[in-house]
């Protein structure tokens, strides 16, 4: 079992940057994929970034490149994702999500909003 607990999200001008934390209790997060993903209103939820559980091997959705990184603690058992150059269009729910094992995404956070005006 692992519990979720987003934090970081909030309004911020295009062009800058946010730092969204997710962090976990229970005695998997080490061995789990750890996932950020988003939704926006009226479009369905769309992968943004993964790390795998050593953190080093890691995926981005294309739009995102270049501009979020995905990181994390396992002595803190947090995951991060550090987004700079936002825009309007990154506005949405971000959620983290954990894969233990081989799995899929099984545990979600409640998500935290993240607004870019323009």
């Known amino acids: 079992q692992l519990l979720l607990v987003e934090s970081g999200g909030g309004l911020v001008q295009a062009g800058g940057s946010l730092r969204l934390s997710c962090a976990a209790s229970?005695?998997?997060?080490?061995?789990?994929?750890m996932g950020w993903f988003r939704q926006a209103p009226g479009k369905e939820r769309e992968f943004v970034a993964g790390i795998n559980w050593s953190g080093g091997s890691t995926s981005y959705v294309d739009s995102v490149k270049g501009r979020f990184t995905i990181s994390r603690d396992n002595a803190k058992n947090t995951v991060y994702l550090q987004m700079n150059s936002l825009k309007p269009e990154d506005t949405a729910v971000y959620s983290c999500?954990?894969?233990?094992?081989?799995?899929?995404?099984?545990?979600w956070g409640q998500g935290t909003q993240v607004t870019v005006s323009s």
């Open positions: 999500a954990a894969a233990p094992g081989t799995g899929d995404f099984r545990y």
């Open positions: 229970g005695d998997t997060f080490s061995r789990s994929v």
